[in-house]
């Protein structure tokens, strides 16, 4: 079992950034792709980066160019840099053991980092 807090999160103007991280704990970090997502108001949670075990990076097409996602196995932790933020970035996010090319996840949701874009 792996427990994800996620922290970092804030009230920003449109324009400005945030890096929020997530902490795991549990001995098997190293081995999953990890995920940061997002759950806008009223709309289901979705997928917007992700991380494999040897670094390589996907990103949805929304936030390309805007976000990095990086992990640091040592500390067990994930980051994401967000900038140039935009009001539709507004949710709250959260990180998790992603399953392979699916949309599913292997853990329990942590409470998440709450993002607030104003314009």
């Known amino acids: 079992q792996v427990l994800f807090v996620e922290s970092g999160g804030g009230l920003v103007q449109a324009g400005g950034s945030l890096r929020p991280s997530c902490i795991a704990f549990?001995?098997?970090?190293?081995?999953?792709?990890i995920g940061w997502y997002r759950q806008a108001p009223g709309k289901g949670r979705e997928l917007v980066a992700d991380?494999?075990?040897?670094?390589?990076?996907n990103y949805a097409d929304s936030v390309e160019g805007r976000f990095t996602i990086s992990r640091d196995n040592a500390k067990n932790t994930v980051y994401l840099q967000m900038n140039n933020l935009n009001p539709e970035d507004t949710g709250v996010y959260y990180c998790?053991?992603?399953?392979?090319?699916?949309?599913?996840?292997?853990?329990?949701w942590g409470q998440g980092t709450q993002v607030t874009v104003s314009s």
């Open positions: 991380v494999s075990t040897s670094g390589t990076t």
């Open positions: 998790n053991a992603k399953i392979g090319f699916t949309n599913a996840v292997y853990f329990t």
């Open positions: 549990g001995s098997t970090f190293g081995r999953y792709v």
